[in-house]
């Protein structure tokens, strides 16, 4: 199924990417969250469509990762 921008995703995500961007996978492709952290479980909303890999923002933290830590 080929994502569009504006759709909305719940994902877990994996890993960090450059600029600290969190990455998740949904239906085998590549998605860069802007704010997610390792082990988090989101909705997100897709904000980007490339060919190879998806965009999106986080729109709620469903379940925080270990690594996520509230600002001082």
Request: contains cysteine; negative net charge; glycine residues 16%.
């Amino acid at each position: 199924m080929k994502r569009q921008i504006n759709e909305h995703i719940r994902l877990e995500v994996e890993s960090l990417a450059y600029k600290g961007w969190g990455v998740g996978r949904t239906e085998g492709q590549v998605v860069f969250i802007e704010g997610g952290c390792p082990g988090d479980l989101l909705d997100v909303i897709i904000t980007g469509v490339r060919d190879s890999h998806l965009y999106g923002q986080v729109e709620e933290v469903i379940h925080s990762g270990p690594g996520r830590r509230t600002p001082d």
